[in-house]
Structure formats: C-alpha cells, structure tokens
C-alpha cells in the first residue's frame, strides 16, 4: 500500500522524536496498535535506543492529535473507540461531503470527473482494507479539490485521517465492494452532469449509511456497547 501525504513515512533525517511521532502515529493508525493499548515508555525509547525525553516529546504530539491519552501515573494509552468520536467524525463529514459534491458539480472540469470515473474503477476489484481505504480517501479527497475551496480540502483531509482507524477496524471492503462501485458511480454521475442537489443527496445517503455500518461494526466487534450508544444520543438529544 502507497501511503500518501496525509500519512507520511519517517525519514531518517528527522528529529528522533518526529520519528518516533510519525511510526507510532502510522501504527495507531493501521490499527496495528489497538485501541485501549497500552504504551511503555520504557519499551520505546529501547526500541530506539535513546532517552525517555523524545519519547515523551512524542507522546505529546500524539496526544494533541487525539491518538493517545496521558494519565498521571498510569502511562500513556492509544486512545480508544467511543460513540461519541464516531459521531463527532461522522457529523462533520455529514456538514462538509455533501457541500463538496454539490460544489463539485457546478466546478468539476470533463478532466476531473475522468479522474473520478478512474478512481471508481479501482473499486472493482476485491482490495484489502488498507488498499481500499485509500481508493476511498482518495475518491473524497478529489470531490473536495472540485468544490474549489481549499479550506474544505484541508478539513476533508484531516476527517479522512481520522476515519482510517475506524474504517481499517470495522469494514470488510471486500464485502461491499460492488455497493461502492455503485453508489459512487451515481455519484460521479450527478457531478457530471451538474446536478448539485442530486450529487449532494447522494454522498448525504452514504455517509448516513456508513454511520449506521460503522456502529453496528464496532458494537458486534465490543468497541461499543448499546448503552454507551443510549447515552451518548440522550446527550447529543439534550444539547439540541
């Protein structure tokens, strides 16, 4: 798997502790560190043979990108799944997709909407999680460059990194490949043809769609129980 701007690899001229940032980052975010995990300073700064300090300076960093938590005396931790997280990545999603499409199809240029269709193709094939969550960063991603706002760019970027642990721990895209490959063809379809309202539509349907996925997944996986679910849409309800 190719692994974009967005999820950079660490080079060896980097600060060790932006290496340390950046690795450990890619392992919570492929999920090859689970949710809830402990991280021992100790192990790590073995593993790099070099001082607690850039461990720490790394776990900092980590922290501030909502991946780990730091608790006073008990150490560092991958910072878990919760209903609320979902909900939150989700809900800014739903704000921001549907704007992009329907942006998309007043601006996307006959080039861009070819670089869509090239990208739905790939859906075609059965591709392993990781593979074809980068087809779908992608596909997003190249929605958001049409609307012309770079501002919506940047935002669909950081949700699309925030999405990848979840979508890596909870789809089986294989699955679902052809319901992919066919609700983003419509989609690239509305766009084509400049139906903004149609295209807007669409993407609203799919991120509801992966809403109700994703935590059916999480909750038959034990990330989610339905009284955390309970609770968590109690408070959402109360603040409305």
Request: proline letters at 4%; glycine letters at 4%.
């Amino acid at each position: 798997m190719t692994i974009d701007a967005a999820d950079p690899a660490p080079t060896a001229n980097a600060p060790v502790s932006e290496r340390i940032y950046l690795t450990l980052r890619q392992e919570i975010m492929r999920c090859e560190i689970a949710p809830g995990a402990t991280l021992d300073a100790t192990s790590i700064a073995r593993r790099y043979e070099v001082s607690k300090t850039p461990v720490r300076d790394a776990m900092q960093k980590l922290a501030a990108d909502g991946l780990v938590t730091i608790q006073p005396r008990s150490g560092y931790h991958v910072a878990p799944i919760t209903f609320q997280a979902v909900h939150d990545i989700l809900d800014m999603r739903a704000a921001i997709g549907p704007h992009a499409a329907r942006q998309a199809a007043r601006y996307a240029t006959p080039a861009e909407v070819a670089l869509l269709r090239r990208i739905v193709r790939e859906y075609d094939a059965p591709l392993d999680i990781g593979t074809m969550q980068q087809v779908a960063r992608r596909f997003h991603i190249a929605i958001a460059r049409c609307s012309r706002n770079r501002r919506i760019v940047a935002l669909s970027e950081s949700l699309f990194d925030e999405l990848e642990r979840l979508l890596r721990f909870a789809i089986d895209f294989t699955v679902k490949t052809g319901e992919h490959s066919d609700e983003h063809t419509a989609l690239v379809d509305a766009i084509e043809a400049g139906d903004g309202e149609r295209a807007a539509a669409i993407e609203t349907a799919h991120i509801r769609s992966s809403r109700d996925f994703l935590i059916e997944r999480l909750m038959t996986l034990g990330y989610l129980s339905e009284n955390e679910i309970r609770i968590g849409s109690a408070s959402r309800s109360a603040g409305e």
